[in-house]
């Protein structure tokens, strides 16, 4: 098969979809590997590492797509990317298309065959695909929650792990899956006093077991949450609803609960935020404030460390793309229920029903030619 990795362009998105090794391993098994052009220096890889590993260097992304039967990306395609999609092509993504209609519907009407990480499902619930950037993203977001506590960022003053003698920050993280325990394990390491809030009990008792005394498990509901409001220094949204919008824990009314100078941290903001007034941000201008609480609302925030979330991602992406590219997608998926749940779109129609819900258009079934 052949495989185009072209160069990523979303604000500050220093990944790749694949590193040399993955590629070297790519072209072992028989297939062409095109590499746009300095594609990999974001992550640190040179066009010459690509070429040892197998790669021939493309030299524009319209050549990289043209060439190319599957492509890998990190990010969902931006606006100029739009032309490049074809009906026989598979797109080989993050897409999280749950979160922006228009992408939705230009998957829809060009046909391509959209398979998107975050909802490669095995059958006990677990996201392998999404899973290493929630990783990520978690310890992020703590670090980056005590960055903008700081007062010369618009926070409140706040040391997150305090000194003796002086209360250490609240923390209250929204979700107990792997970004919520990523992020609580880094806020109660630096010494904060955390809250981790699911609706999930059986999840609860695990996190109570596995994380330090210094941080409290509570079975999530608004009463709660509002409770909680007035005395936390930093929110960390952590909600996932695979493949869906995120619901809305915090609402614009609950805003005022807050201290001026708080922190929210919404990781989920490309499925659509679990805070009503987050929308999505930029590395190169990540936050804003509302009622004098500041909002990080990056989507991309494991971009800003590409090394170590693109070798994450890659050691969690290869063995599914050698199965679509050794067998061809149709046997693939037979082969792996997994990547089944991983189709979106597929030749002009929409498969998976959280984002038909979600735009409120028609999910049809998946019949694979």
């Not at 999280?96 to 398979?115: C, F, N, P, Q």
């Not at 490669?120 to 996201?127: F, I, R, Y």
């Not at 929650?145 to 926070?155: I, V, W």
């Not at 929110?235 to 708080?262: D, F």
């Amino acid at each position: 098969m052949k495989i185009g990795i072209p160069r990523e362009i979303k604000d500050n998105e220093y990944r790749v979809a694949m590193p040399p090794g993955g590629v070297k391993e790519l072209t072992r098994h028989g297939h062409q590997v095109y590499v746009e052009v300095n594609a990999g220096v974001g992550s640190g890889f040179s066009d010459q590492e690509y070429t040892q590993a197998g790669a021939e260097i493309t030299y524009t992304a319209e050549e990289t797509w043209r060439r190319a039967e599957m492509i890998m990306k990190v990010k969902e395609p931006q606006p100029v990317e739009y032309p490049f999609l074809r009906d026989d092509l598979i797109l080989f993504t993050y897409l999280h298309l749950a979160a922006t209609e228009e992408l939705t519907r230009v998957m829809i009407d060009s046909g391509v065959m959209g398979v998107a990480y975050e909802t490669v499902e095995l059958a006990d619930g677990t996201l392998p695909l999404l899973q290493p950037m929630s990783e990520v993203a978690g310890k992020m977001a703590t670090q980056i929650a005590a960055h903008y506590l700081e007062k010369p960022h618009g926070g409140r003053g706040m040391l997150m792990g305090g000194i003796p003698g002086v209360f250490p920050a609240n923390v209250m993280v929204l979700g107990g899956g792997t970004v919520g325990t990523n992020a609580a394990m880094v806020a109660a390491g630096m010494g904060a006093n955390v809250t981790i809030l699911d609706i999930n009990l059986s999840r609860l008792r695990y996190l109570s077991e596995i994380l330090p005394g210094n941080v409290t498990t509570l079975a999530s509901s608004r009463a709660t949450i509002e409770k909680l409001l007035p005395t936390v220094d930093a929110v960390i949204g952590a909600i996932l609803i695979a493949g869906a919008r995120a619901p809305h824990l915090i609402t614009r009314e609950m805003l005022r609960l807050m201290q001026p100078g708080s922190v929210i941290v919404d990781v989920a903001v490309d499925q659509g935020g679990c805070v009503e007034t987050t929308h999505p941000t930029t590395h190169s201008d990540p936050i804003y404030f509302v009622d004098e609480v500041l909002h990080y609302g990056v989507a991309n925030m494991p971009g800003a460390v590409p090394r170590t979330s693109t070798y994450g991602l890659s050691n969690a992406t290869l063995r599914y793309a050698l199965a679509i590219a050794d067998q061809g997608l149709h046997a693939a998926v037979m082969n792996d229920p997994a990547l089944r749940t991983g189709i979106n779109t597929y030749r002009g129609k929409l498969v998976y029903a959280p984002v038909a819900e979600a735009f409120n258009l028609p999910c049809h079934p998946l019949t694979l030619d």
